[in-house]
Every structure is written in C-alpha cells, then in structure tokens.
C-alpha cells in the first residue's frame, strides 16, 4: 500500500449516509494521510484509504459502530474519533433473528405507472421477449463439452455468416449429468436451472440437445413441453454415428436447420413491460451502497412504475438486511417466502461448516467492505424502494411482474446463470473493484462506483456512477439515465462492452446435491 506523505491539494471529503452514523467513508481517490483535517474540523489520527472508514466521534470499546443507520460491528477496543476503523477493529454483530420480523407491515405504496417506454425486442411464441437472438446447443452432461465445443467452433466458422440476424451460437456446457446423486434432495435446483436455461427468451424456443446416452441426467427432461426427443436430441452413443467426425457433421446439420428459422426472427416495439432485470454486484467496495446500488434501485423502481419485472439476489448479500426487507413486502406470504430462502440458505452454510462471514472477500475489505453486515446494506440497495413482489427458489422461472427476490449464491457466475434461468433479458452488474464478467446470453450492463475505476477501465465499463461520490451527479440522474441505456441496449441500439469483446464466462450450476 503506497501512503501519501503530504495530503493531496483538494479538500479532503467524507461522506456519511445517515444521520446515526458514526463512520463516514473517505471519498478522496488516494485516501488522507495523518493530520489531514476536513472541513468540520475533523482531524485524521491515521492515514486511511479511499473508501476505508473513519470514526467521526469517540467510539468506546463493545459500542456500535454504525454506517447506513444500521450496526455493522462493535468496537473491538476503544476508538478515537479521526482514526481509521479497519476491518480488526470491528467486531461482527449475529445475524438478524429470522423469527419474529416484521410482516408486509410497512408495504410501500406503488409509484405513478411510467408509460410510453419501449424497446424493440424479438417476440416469443410462449409469451416472452428476447434481447438477442441466438443459436443455443444444450448439454444433459458434461462427457459431451468437449465435442460440442469442436462441433460449436465450425459453426461460428461456417454457418453464421450465412444467417445475419442470428447473434451468436452458444454451448451450454456445465459439470453435471453424471457422477451425481440424480435423485437427492436438492438435485431438482441444478436440473430445473438446465430445464429452464433451455427456454430463455434469447434462444426463440428453437431447442437443441446433445446428450452422450448413458448418462444419469436424460436428455429428454431437459425438453420443454411440445418437444419431442426424436427431433430435438442426438446423443453421441447413437450406433448409427460410427466416427467422431459423424458426430460433429450431426451437430452441425441440427443446428443449421435451426439458424433457418432463427435468421427470421426480427426486432419489433415492445413495451418496457417485457423487460425481465437481473442484477447483481461483484467486485464491491465501499462506494457501492453510496453509488452504483442506489443509482440502480432508483432505476428499479422506474423499471417496475413502467410495469417490467426485475430480480436481485445473492443471499448472503441481504441476509443482514432481511430486517429491513420483510416489512416491504407486498404481502405476508411474500415476506414467509424470503424468510424460507433465508432459513434455508443459513442451513446450507452450517453443514459446510462456515457462517456468512466467507463471503467477504480480500478485494472487498481492500475496497473498504469490513464484512459482510456492511457488505449487505450496500447490497441492498439495488432492491429500491418498491414493495417486493415475489420470491424464487434458486433456478425456478418468474411469473410475476414488479420487484423479486430471486435466491441465489453470492458468486457471480452461479448467481448470473440462475438469473438466466429465472428468464432475465438484461443484467446489470454493479463493481468497484472491477471484474471483466460477462455473459453469451444476455446484454451485461456494467456500472462502476468510482471515476478512477471507470477512468481505467474505460473500455470495460458501460456507465460510470462514481460522480454520485464527487457531487458531479445525483443518484436520481444515474438512475434515469441507466434506465434509457437498459432501453437501448435492449433494443440492439447500444452494445455494451462485453458484447463489444466477445468477453463472456461460462455459466456455473448451483448443486447442493451430493457427487457419488
């Protein structure tokens, strides 16, 4: 860590969320050295980062430390008011009981409609909307990866350029099919995901299958219903396929004829009501329940005024805000359903052995993060104020329109293909540290909490929230103009920058099920 020895020539600044705080985060790009004093008059004891924490009042050992109105620790010895209040100087709080929360007590009332918003999207015979039109080859196990990713290369090669208005060609690879306990308690999670990756509104309904044919994991359950196995599915044990060059020359010809009926899908004005939102943060620091999170919720509750449906998640990312979330749900049954999710996940961390606390990661606590209570406040954020509509298991697909809690892990990846499952057209992926994540089958919009990470990561980031922090901007500007980008890039208009390089990870099954 490289301190400064004198302070930089601008003011130093903190910036302080509630009225009850007695933490605030320095704001200025290098952090302040020692004897640096802000404008009221505060005067630092220690050099402290960039969006590292420092006490504003006098913080007696065992008392709350308290950032967004909420405890995020106690004071693990007595703490001077200008000292740095890093991550061994907080003491981590329980968790929220998850009995006796409060019950779609303190529903909020719905906003104005939003009306006239649209995007031009590719319609679905089942109902749904796209945002891209692709060629997707799904996998009943992962024995087939290898061989369809050959047979996936010779298409992009030599088929798509024949089909201009198909995006791309996508292998649904993942590590499961066999070797697993298919009928475990828990298994339905990664299968239901694979059922419903199939039907994604990016795909058309044109669904392609390779299986191996030994496999635990049929191919057929992972059909949508009006699909038939003898069209849809080949499966490389076919004795009928008598080289490995047969089996790729199938491949091949199944897939072209479904770019025939892809290429002639085309755009047409759909309303914003169609749009289905995944959002997600990765790579968070301190600056991402003061910028990005909020800049984004503000952009959720435009998003369901103008009736679309849109879904945060990551469990362990608002389990210690859950107190805060129940009360805005839009009806007693929805606030049991987070509760469940809640209950089931902290299960799930218990017998692996570890608590929420894994989930903070270095970079976090680099970026200011002490742990995870504050992590999930700012997490949060990204839910906006709208009442909560509904809540998905990991990897079931939405029904509802408004505000959703879809549960899933907190990585990236797994979060990223549940959502995907779940039906999300659009994602948004907040950061401040930066992560080049992207995904194939979606637009990713990338919003960074800073000006320096954005200054760096210029070609990387599609939106830049961190001139909430320097006072360039209001969260209320940042939300509406992430809105209209969600338009654009819906509608093709606008490409955002994982799409611009082909930057894109593979998706990532959530399996709590046992391997045999």
């Known amino acids: ?165 198909v995006d791309d060609a996508v292998a649904m690879t993942h590590v499961y099919g066999c070797g697993v306990a298919i009928n475990a308690p828990k298994s339905e999670i990664p299968i239901r995901t694979l059922q419903n990756l199939a039907r994604h509104p990016n795909y058309g309904g044109e669904v392609m299958v390779v299986g191996l044919g030994c496999e635990k994991l049929a191919p057929e359950r992972l059909l949508p219903d009006g699909k038939t196995a003898d069209a849809e599915i080949m499966r490389l044990q076919d004795e009928s396929l008598t080289s490995f060059g ?23 004005t759909c309303p914003a009501s ?101 992590k999930a406040l700012g997490s949060s954020a990204k839910s906006g104020s709208s009442a909560i509509a509904g809540v998905l298991a990991p990897g079931e697909r939405v029904k509802d329109k408004g505000l959703i809690f879809a549960a899933t892990p907190a990585s990236d990846f797994v979060c990223g293909t549940l959502q995907l499952a779940s039906g999300m057209n659009v994602h948004i992926f907040t950061t401040g540290r930066g992560t080049p994540y992207g995904l194939s089958s979606v637009p990713v919009i990338k919003v960074a909490t800073r000006n320096e990470l954005a200054a760096r990561w210029s070609d990387l980031i599609d939106l830049n929230a961190g001139t909430i922090a320097t006072g360039e901007a209001t969260i209320e500007e940042v939300g509406w103009e992430l809105f209209r980008l969600i338009l654009d890039v819906a509608s093709g208009r606008t490409k955002t920058c994982t799409d611009k390089w082909g930057l894109y990870n593979s998706l990532a099954l959530f399996n709590p099920a046992p391997i045999t």
């Not at 640096?36 to 050099?47: H, I, Q, R």
């Not at 909020?108 to 692709?134: H, Q, S, W």
């Not at 010809?253 to 002639?264: V, W």
């Not at 435009?302 to 129940?326: C, K, N, P, Q």
């Open 274 to 374: 169609e749009l289905v939102v995944g959002m997600q943060c990765g790579g968070s620091d301190a600056f991402s329940g003061v910028t990005a999170n909020p800049a984004l919720g503000f952009a959720s509750d435009l998003l369901v005024r103008a009736g679309a449906t849109v879904m945060f998640s990551e469990v362990t990312e608002v389990r210690d805000a859950i107190h805060l979330l129940t009360p805005r749900a839009a009806t007693e049954q929805v606030a049991r359903d987070l509760i469940r999710e809640m209950a089931w996940y902290d299960d799930y961390l218990d017998k692996g052995g570890v608590d929420r606390s894994a989930n903070t990661t270095p970079g976090n606590k680099k970026g200011g993060l002490a742990n995870i209570v504050e």
């Open 1 to 165: 860590m490289t301190i400064p020895v004198k302070p930089p020539s601008e003011t130093p600044r903190y910036i302080k969320l509630n009225d009850a705080d007695n933490v605030a985060i320095v704001a200025n790009a290098f952090g302040m050295p020692a004897g640096a004093v802000f404008p009221d008059g505060l005067t630092l004891k220690d050099y402290v980062p960039q969006g590292h924490k420092v006490a504003l009042a006098d913080i007696p050992k065992d008392r709350p430390i308290v950032r967004y109105g909420e405890v995020i620790g106690y004071a693990v010895d007595d703490i001077a008011a200008g000292a740095w209040v890093e991550e061994s100087r907080i003491r981590m709080p329980t968790p929220p009981s998850l009995d006796g929360l409060e019950l779609a007590t303190r529903t909020p009332p719905a906003l104005p409609p939003l009306e006239g918003y649209t995007f031009e999207g590719y319609r679905n015979a089942d109902g749904t909307v796209g945002t891209k039109n692709i060629l997707a080859i799904s996998t009943s196990v992962q024995c087939v990866a290898g061989t369809l990713e050959i047979a996936l290369k010779r298409i992009k090669d030599e088929l798509l350029s024949k089909y201009p208005n």
């Open 246 to 268: 047969a089996m790729v020359d199938l491949i091949m010809r199944m897939a072209d004829e479904r770019l025939k009926k892809l290429n002639a899908r085309k755009r047409e």
